[in-house]
């Protein structure tokens, strides 16, 4: 115990020594540190977000449809008495939520311009409790009235809709009809989900199925949201209670997103290996110095009977000692630079147009996972041990008596 | 103090191979990254203005705010005429979109029915090499429809299809066409949504001979595109703008600025800490010669000298390493522009942004190659600043007197 004790003080004593060296060092990993974990947060939080938000405003994690309806889009192919098929989901242990939607594919005009879009016919209420619609809302209130719609932010700028502005819209019904709606805009959304802020328009579900002239508990989409982990199970589940249906996971709705998600998981992967790497080469620099600066000193050491494993050990803790106050630096920059910007958000307002049209908020919010910080911690500890094994593996071919003879 | 410098650069071997290394990684690693970044850019807007855009787009000065058959180009042979003289432009046409419902049997879809001169197209778009079926350069009542708009109304080549629209003096439409040719760019919106008819035909159905939504014109050099743009705003008449490719693609432009943007802060993530490294190698360098530097201070060696000759060492170390890392970073970026790296399988995500090509090429560009290397000097530079001072910090009798 006092051998420990011993070595313990020694190597804290030494690693300090040298203070503009260490406190170099400790900055070193620190900041760097910090910086990576806050823009990993940053990247994560940018896909997460799109995802999270695309989730919410559309598919949930996983969607039916009719057989069909996906490849041709036409309302022939549709779900019914999807209430029913709803009620029996929410039944499912798994299943926080479910809703059903309706949709259909027209052209939506205004006394000038002219665009195809989809209708969609929704339930505030479900939709609230479903994915926080409320939050999608950018301008205007959130009730239909008489003939209300709701525009996406995008198709909104495209025919130069404003709260109030009249829009008409023409599609074709049940019967093989086209029939139109004259409706008045009372809100528009801002989704961040480019497939609906560019094209879409909501007005009550019975509005549009009336429209459409199918019976009232139709449906082209049932969306579940669930918070379990095994999806693709809960997915054999519906499949099973609905075989006559599409039954679609979320990755297998957008798998543009996911592989934007895996990109950057790669991306994150990279810049973390490159740059403890470079972090490995500073420590070993330090650490290799810091030996050979004490070589007559651990020469004496050795010749008065002091075991070799009492000075590798006081030099692997000394490495652990920089290792972990660059560590701890490192967490409290990186916790700063996430808080903030989880918080705060980094405003890139200048770009709003451009991130818009790709589905992403003007603002992106960080997010703060414990596995920067584990993953991080270990990697330090890694190359901070493995920054003294050369040093050590010299020192211990030296024979005591050269060392003491030995000027550096 | 040259000599000197380049004696200890010998000398000091762990130290000057660190930093060499550590240079020639930096400078290198950021040519090459900064020219697929570039490069991407690049071809993701090669893509979006060859595919339909164009370079630049003449409009009646309200048509894109309030739209509208309103703010039509009623002389379009006029304008055309003017634009006869201008240097520098590839190809110009005219154009006229609207809008309708487009019915097959008991499918229907909204499409966007533009009128064209086909001729002209093929050296203003990508529309003749997107053909998958039929005939491009068709006339009469012919179509040539995007394959997935084609799916969805399930039609092919010889199918006849129901229109209902208006015509530019607002007088309903209701045609037959035939579709005689089907192609697909890959940007889904654009294949789902478009339908194209020579212009002639198309006159004659819309009431609209002379008259057309903008004209299009492509840039033979696209550096020149702005100085062509300025040359035609000053020739045409007051009520009429032209846009260029940068306000007609904002939103894709703002992507790429914001990418790099991205791109840049990564960066610096790796810059800081190979500055740290280099700076803590140059530290403990300058460390472990405090002793030497105060003999030399004690023999007569200024301060100036002292710091002078650690600059040199560091100058003659990064110039050695950018020596080898930029030609070889100049010739990846220039190897990977001539023979671009395909990435099966990005089409998938990109497509919906209008990406429509998976070749990632790299940019050359030799400014950027030059700022890119500048950089890196003065950073190395920089990191010989607070050795210089540690070392400054000691008057010779303490160097000297230092263990």
């Known amino acids: ?408 | 103090m040259f000599a000197l410098a380049l004696k200890n650069i010998r000398y000091y071997k762990g130290r000057s191979v660190t930093t060499f290394l550590l240079t020639f990684i930096a400078a290198y690693f950021f040519i090459v990254y900064v020219a697929f970044m570039n490069g991407a850019h690049s071809s993701m807007l090669k893509n979006a203005l060859e595919v339909y855009t164009g370079s630049l787009q003449i409009y009646q000065k309200k048509y894109r705010s309030e739209g509208g058959y309103d703010y039509l180009i009623e002389d379009t042979s006029a304008l055309l005429t003017l634009l006869n003289p201008i240097q520098g432009l590839k190809a110009y046409s005219s154009r006229l979109e609207t809008y309708g419902i487009a019915a097959y049997k008991e499918n229907s879809s909204a499409i966007m029915l533009t009128g064209v001169d086909f001729l002209k197209e093929t050296q203003l778009s990508e529309l003749k090499k997107a053909r998958v079926k039929g005939v491009y350069n068709s006339t009469g009542d012919c179509l040539y429809m995007g394959e997935d708009l084609a799916t969805k109304l399930h039609v092919d080549v010889g199918s006849s299809i129901s229109f209902i629209g208006s015509a530019v003096d607002y007088s309903f439409v209701a045609e037959r066409f035939r579709v005689c040719g089907v192609f697909k760019t890959g940007m889904y919106d654009f294949d789902t949504q478009s339908a194209f008819m020579n212009r002639d035909y198309f006159d004659t159905i819309f009431f609209s001979q002379n008259i057309s939504t903008y004209i299009v014109a492509m840039a033979e050099d696209m550096k020149k595109n702005e100085h062509i743009a300025s040359q035609i705003a000053e020739k045409v008449p007051p009520d009429l703008k032209v846009y260029t490719w940068k306000e007609l693609m904002k939103s894709m432009v703002q992507l790429m600025q914001m990418d790099s943007f991205f791109g840049y802060v990564s960066m610096a993530l790796f810059f800081l800490v190979i500055f740290f490294v280099i700076m803590i190698y140059g530290f403990i360098n300058v460390s472990s010669r405090i002793k030497e530097l105060g003999i030399l201070r004690s023999i007569g060696v200024s301060e100036h000298n002292i710091s002078a000759l650690l600059f040199y060492e560091m100058i003659i170390l990064t110039l050695l390493a950018l020596i080898c890392a930029v030609p070889l970073g100049a010739f990846t970026a220039y190897y990977f522009e001539v023979h671009p790296i395909v990435i099966s399988g990005m089409n998938d995500m990109y497509r919906a942004y209008g990406v429509v090509s998976d070749e990632v090429p790299t940019l050359f560009d030799p400014f950027t190659i030059a700022w890119n290397t500048l950089l890196v000097f003065v950073l190395n530079l920089l990191s010989a600043i607070y050795p210089i001072a540690y070392v400054r910090s000691f008057t010779p009798v303490e160097a000297i007197r230092h263990v």
């Open chain 1, 1 to 408: 115990m006092y051998r420990v004790r011993t070595i313990l003080h020694l190597a804290y004593r030494n690693a300090f020594l040298r203070k503009s060296r260490a406190i170099l060092l400790v900055m070193m990993i620190g900041l760097c540190m910090g910086v990576m974990v806050g823009l990993e947060g940053l990247y994560d939080g940018m896909s997460l977000h799109m995802i999270d938000k695309t989730m919410r405003s559309d598919c949930g994690n996983i969607s039916l449809f009719a057989k069909k309806y996906r490849l041709e889009d036409d309302i022939k192919y549709h779900i019914s008495e999807a209430d029913k098929k709803v009620q029996q989901l929410k039944q499912l242990h798994d299943v926080v939520y479910a809703l059903w939607r309706i949709q259909s594919s027209g052209l939506a005009q205004t006394a000038r311009k002219s665009t195809p879009a989809k209708l969609i016919g929704i339930n505030i209420d479900d939709e609230e409790h479903f994915g926080k619609f409320s939050e999608f809302l950018k301008e205007g209130e959130l009730n239909f009235g008489k003939s209300g719609v709701f525009v996406g932010n995008e198709l909104a700028k495209k025919l130069k809709l404003h709260i109030g502005s009249k829009v008409i819209f023409t599609t074709q019904d049940a019967h093989l009809e086209i029939q139109s709606i004259a409706l008045r805009v009372k809100a528009i959304l801002h989704t961040t989900n480019i497939n609906l802020d560019t094209r879409a328009l909501f007005i009550p579900r019975e509005t549009l199925t009336t429209l459409l002239a199918l019976p009232k508990n139709s449906a082209t989409q049932i969306a579940v949201i669930s918070k379990s982990k095994e999806i693709k199970t809960l997915q054999k589940s519906i499949q099973s209670l609905f075989p006559t249906l599409d039954v679609k996971r979320f990755v297998e709705l957008y798998p543009q997103l996911k592989q934007m998600q895996e990109l950057m998981s790669v991306f994150n992967q990279i810049t973390f290996f490159i740059v403890m790497s470079v972090v490995f080469i500073g420590i070993l620099g330090v650490m290799y110095v810091s030996i050979l600066d004490r070589i007559r000193e651990f020469g004496i050491l050795l010749s008065i009977g002091y075991a070799y494993r009492n000075i590798r050990l006081q030099v692997l803790i000394e490495a652990l000692l920089l290792g972990v106050a660059g560590y701890l630096l490192g967490t409290i920059i990186g916790l700063a630079f996430l808080g903030y910007l989880s918080y705060y958000g980094l405003n890139l307002s200048m770009f709003a147009e451009g991130l818009n049209s790709f589905g992403l908020d003007s603002t992106l919010y960080a997010t703060m996972k414990l596995s920067y910080f584990i993953s991080t911690f270990f990697a330090i500890i890694f190359a901070s041990l493995l920054s003294v094994v050369l040093p050590l593996r010299q020192l211990k071919k030296l024979n005591p008596i050269e060392i003491i003879r030995s000027t550096s």
